[in-house]
């Protein structure tokens, strides 16, 4: 069992020194993650990569629906904890591309609109409602998705997380992209 797991187990007993104890254990993790991410999004984006991991764990430590005793070990923690940090992101694409919009401004004509490529956000909201039906078929295969696509893992970084061989990620990797390159063209 590992120190992080044994942390979560404790941390069931609602003791707020294990609580503490727990984000002191993991904040270096997170914040490693989030960096990396975060070195990959484009310049639009505002947040830094303490406020991500902070806000993460707000979602996680009770700020959300879950609390860090509800955890059943490390893989499912910072599995949650990619899911948290890939809602916030997308969150926050969605308030951008709501001011980008016009975010209550005046209605212009269709005819005097001109047409922009696809900008970063919205990419991220593709990936996201692509990646939530990928879900629905595969549950591993999103899950991998999220772990390397929203937080920023390695194969073998995610094999280690979900205890599986890095051919069996690298195989469900594959796989992910082209059913989420299909539906992001549909």
Known sequence: MTAITHLLSEARSGDAAVVSRLWQEVYGELKRIAAVKMAGEHRQVTLQATVLVHEAWMKLAGGGHAEPGVFENRAHFFSAASEAMRRI?????????????????????????????????????????????LAQHSPRQAEIVRLHFFVGLNHQEIAALLGMGESTVRREWALAKVWLFQAIRR
């Open 89 to 133: 992101l997308v969150d926050q694409a969605r308030r951008r591309l709501s001011q980008k919009r016009g975010a209550g401004e005046a209605v212009v004509p269709l005819e005097e609109v001109c047409i922009e490529a696809v900008q970063p956000d919205e990419k991220i909201l593709q990936v996201h409602e692509a990646l939530d039906e």
